[in-house]
């Protein structure tokens, strides 16, 4: 599977978030704590809203630990909202077209997971796509295919919404082909002002997925924690593993769960697909 990291609040510099952590995103390229795999060497990729109208995107298929040009870029970029996202293929080319996070206009998108026999569902799947976004699917990912099944179903207006339309379609036509568990995700995704995330699989028993504690709470907590007094009041990570073992500075993100981060505040929502009638 993959690990990933959604941040919003006041700019940091990317190393901040990919390096420094006792438990970067880095690290867990090779030493992952409660992934799948212990190893996520296929790709990564790094998303950040800065001066333009969309966000940036970089890309590359060496491992994250083995890539200069990311210390380099992140030991000078700065961002207010990041999304990374280190990954370990289920089956797809190790690419460029095949990292996260995906981007269509002001949005962005990555995965953790895996649409369970996507080859069997791939041509039903892509069919569903609305044709006028179908010419920007690049690579050959479930991944890139769910988001473009979000997008097909709404996601730019209403992403619970969408979201729980692709993930019913993926298991009725998974189910429709003898699938039992078609779908296991975490997925995030962002406009640039707000990130949904989103904890759920057929079976039940979905990865790993945790947020930050109130930024104010964890500094009553450790009034000599440098980290913590250079982070705005409404800074928040999502994360599919802790970066640290800082103790109450992580919560577990529900089973069958939209989480909702705009600003300083969270909302959970309870999340389940919506199958066509």
């Known amino acids: 599977m993959c690990r990933w990291l959604a941040y919003s609040g006041s700019p940091v510099l990317l190393e901040d978030l990919l390096y420094k952590p006792e438990n970067s995103l880095v690290v867990q390229s090779r030493h992952s704590r409660l992934g799948v795999e212990t190893i996520n060497g296929d790709g990564f990729g790094v998303g950040w809203y800065g001066a333009l109208e ?3 995107i970089y890309h590359s298929t060496e491992p994250a630990w ?5 210390q380099e870029l992140s030991a000078h970029a700065a961002a207010g909202r990041v999304f990374a996202h280190i990954r370990a293929s289920t089956g797809t080319a190790v690419q460029q077209t095949n990292c996260h996070p995906f981007r269509h206009g002001r949005w962005l998108w ?3 997971g895996a649409i369970a026999d996507f080859k069997l569902l791939k041509r039903d799947l892509i069919l569903a796509v609305d044709p006028a976004l179908y010419t920007e699917i690049e690579g050959s990912t479930d991944s890139e295919l ?3 099944l979000a997008l097909t179903f709404g996601l730019e207006e209403d992403p619970p919404g969408a979201v729980a339309r692709a993930v019913g379609l993926i298991e009725e036509t998974g189910r429709r082909h003898g699938v039992q568990y078609p779908i296991q995700m ?10 949904w ?6 079976e039940g028993r979905s990865r790993s997925l945790f947020r930050s504690t109130d930024v104010s709470t964890l500094r ?3 009034p000599d924690n440098p980290v913590l007094h250079k982070l705005s009041e409404d800074a928040r990570l999502v994360v599919s593993e802790p970066l640290g073992d800082l103790h109450g500075a992580w919560r577990e993100v529900p089973e069958s769960t939209c989480l909702v981060v705009q600003g300083g505040s969270e909302e959970l929502h309870g999340f389940s697909p919506t199958h066509a009638r």
């Open 146 to 148: 769910f988001f473009f």
């Open 186 to 195: 975490t997925v995030a995704t962002t406009d640039g002002t707000t990130t």
């Open 66 to 70: 083995n890539d200069r040009n990311l």
């Open 197 to 202: 995330a989103f904890r759920y699989s057929s």
């Open 110 to 112: 990555m995965h953790n």
């Open 54 to 56: 969309t966000p940036g």
């Open 220 to 222: 009553i907590q450790y």
